[in-house]
T-cell receptor
């Protein structure tokens, strides 16, 4: 079946540091890939998505590129802010899994001044 | 606020009791999903509706769990004879079927604690 593996947290960075959160997936066919974010006390929000190989999703300074050859969708941001502190989830849908989302375990990011 | 609404936000129940949660999706959305999230894990799919039809159920959804969406609008998730292992955050999401992919919008969840 489909699965998503992402790096364990927590990840603690200083403000303005570079962020990478690794995500790899296992799926048959060609899934759509997503990053969701959960800020403290709030629901899950879609951060960015990519629906086919080599697509780059981007939003709020975050980027991720759909790499079919390495089955990866790593999240990056060039300069993090304290307000980026949240839990980040990598997810996929499709590829024989229908419309549902398959999530990774989440990575907590803490950004300090 | 026109987002996905879930009630109650928190529920504490004794083992063996039945509980019911409600989800009100975004009004024009015809797809509705239920997920369960335990501490330190990502959400796991439970079931999904398109309008009033329940189109898919996870093997995680034991026969103690039942979900309905009677008029294709709000949905309820009932857990009968709750067990301590049912303690989790129950998330609802909705989306509008249109083309290849549409974003799913999540509610804030109902946190269930079984004591």
């Amino acid at each position: 079946g489909n699965s998503v593996t992402q790096m364990e947290g927590p990840v603690t960075l200083s403000e303005e540091a570079f962020l990478t959160i690794n995500c790899t997936y296992t799926a048959t066919g060609y899934p759509s890939l997503f990053w969701y974010v959960q800020y403290p006390g709030e629901g899950l929000q879609l951060l960015l998505k990519a629906t086919k190989a080599d697509d780059k999703g981007s939003n709020k300074g975050f980027e991720a590129t759909y790499r079919k050859e390495t089955t990866s969708f790593h999240l990056e941001k060039g300069s993090v802010q304290v307000s980026d502190s949240a839990v980040y989830f990598c997810a996929l849908s499709g590829a024989g899994g229908g419309n549902k989302l398959t999530f990774g375990t989440g990575t907590q990011l803490k950004v300090e001044l | 606020d026109t987002g996905v609404s879930q009630n109650p936000r928190h529920k504490i129940t004794k083992r063996g009791q039945n509980v019911t949660f409600r989800c009100d999706p975004i009004s024009e959305h015809n797809r509705l999903y239920w997920y369960r999230q335990t501490l330190g894990q990502g959400p796991e799919f439970l079931t999904y509706f398109q309008n009033e039809a329940q189109l898919e159920k996870s093997r995680l959804l034991s026969d103690r769990f039942s979900a309905e969406r009677p008029k294709g609008s709000f949905s309820t998730l009932e857990i009968q004879r709750t067990e301590q292992g049912d303690s989790a955050m129950y998330l609802c999401a909705s989306s509008q079927r249109a083309g290849e992919y549409t974003e799913a919008f999540f509610g804030q969840g109902t946190r269930l604690t079984v004591v």
